[in-house]
């Protein structure tokens, strides 16, 4: 097999771009052995090539062994064995629908049996590839294992789309969540200019998003709107832009901005017709392209979410990256602070899977792993890996590998939890009605008079435990 090296506006002062790297700190994996290496590198043996990628600029020739490749997957043993089939062996075989990077990880994937990419756009592509070409159930849900770990925050556009052009719901609805829950801050981004309509179209047809007024939707559409003028090479006028924002004006609620908004936006940036700016002030239906809907968007409330297994080996890949930079951030971490001067963390307690409609198991294995990091010191205090049998829609208490005490006063610390089987899990915890956290002393794994804490922001998490050597000056963990 060919062997190639990977490498890896609107800038209105009402809203911060932040350019960042699109993908996510990923090391390079090694092959599994100097065998599968050396039967990957016979070229001159090779029996079959391939010209992949969509243009001459990208297109590259790809060789392999025929043999390799109809193992793993029954569209190829058709394609090469089956008497009723033309292949010319003389000339290669033409795959304008991939990049060469992902075929190369198909490719390796039949010699070793591994699962080998260094970005999500690869990845994306070798889970295309594993459906075109039937390869295993493993090693798609290996694939989507990865992209749902690194779909935030640099590439849930990217996952979007994808999964709503491949049909991947569970990866749909993962991406359209973090989109919800997380609205502000990746309109901020400047991957956002470079979506595609489609998927700016997805984000405005939701009815809760997480943004403070309708105002930054509108602002964040003018910006991609600039930025499809620069990359299409159109004339910058008024009439550019407004044609550019037709599609968005069905959807965008320009009604539910107020008259401050509507002037320091709309009427100052000329989009409008007069008719239409009276109208608008006059909060009378537009008509025409316009979204007639007054009231404000929701805030986001997501109930449950989707998660997939890591293998052991994927998860130790996922150990060396950033922490805290990733979909987990979203689903299940817990931040908190310490307001008590000794006191010694003693685990969490943590919902199990929802059960599956056609399920008719009372129980199943569970398997999650939990960070406790020391965000004051920088260090990682606790790494807990649970296992074993839990019933479904019940609740689960999670005691650290180690009891964890701290001393200082203030210790910012992150509690997060890492999956190892694909389920559904619930996404929030019921509070009093007009409570922002919550607060009781209770038993945790056979201790009595624990604290146990809870905020919103914890989602997932239940609740933290502890225990307090020393009376707290003010109440909290």
Known sequence: MAQGVMSFSRESS????????????????????????????????????????????????????????????????????RPDTDVD????????????????????????GEMYVESFDECCGLLYAAKKYNLSEGLRNQCRAYLWANIYPNNVWRCLEFAMNNEEPALYQTALQILQLK??????????RKVSESCLITLLQQERLAIRSEYELYDACLRWAERQIDKRNLTNSRETVRKLLEPAFLHLRLLAMSDEEISQGPLADDILTDEEAVALLNREELGGIF??????????????????????????????????????????????????????QLGIIVPTQIRP??????????????????????????????????????????????????????????IKVVFHRTGTYPANYQLEE???????????????????????SYGYIHFCAYTVEVASIDRGD
């Not at 609205?183 to 956002?192: A, G, V």
């Not at 002393?441 to 905020?455: I, P």
């Open 14 to 81: 009402r809203s911060d771009s932040i350019d960042e790297s699109d993908e996510p700190k990923t090391p390079r994996r090694k092959r599994s052995s100097f065998a599968t290496r050396f039967l990957a590198d016979l070229g001159p043996f090779h029996d079959i090539g391939f010209f992949v990628g969509s243009n001459e600029d990208d297109q590259r020739l790809i060789t392999c062994h025929k043999l390799a490749l109809a193992r793993v997957s029954d569209v190829f043993a058709h394609l090469f064995y």
């Open 89 to 112: 062996e003389d000339e290669p075989i033409f795959v304008p629908d991939m990049s060469p990077l992902a075929f190369e990880a198909m490719c390796g994937f039949a010699y070793t």
């Open 183 to 192: 609205t502000s801050k990746l309109l901020t981004r400047e991957k956002f």
């Open 291 to 344: 979204c007639p809907v007054q009231d404000e968007r929701m805030q986001p409330k997501v109930n449950s979410f989707e998660t997939f297994a890591f293998n052991d080996e994927l998860f130790l890949i996922h150990l060396e990256n950033e922490y805290f930079e990733n979909t987990y951030d979203v689903f299940a971490m817990a931040f908190s602070s310490s307001g008590d001067f000794h006191s010694t």
């Open 357 to 414: 409609k056609d399920c008719t198991e009372d129980s199943y294995d569970e398997d999650l792993t939990v960070f406790l990091y020391n965000c004051t010191k920088g260090e990682m205090m606790s790494i807990t890996r649970f296992r074993g049998s839990v019933p479904y829609d019940s609740q689960i208490e999670v005691p650290f590998r180690q009891q964890v005490e701290l001393k200082c006063k203030r210790v910012r610390k992150v």
């Open 434 to 456: 007009g409570k922002d956290s919550e607060f009781k002393v209770g038993n945790f794994n056979g201790q009595e008079n624990v604290k146990l804490w809870h905020k919103r």
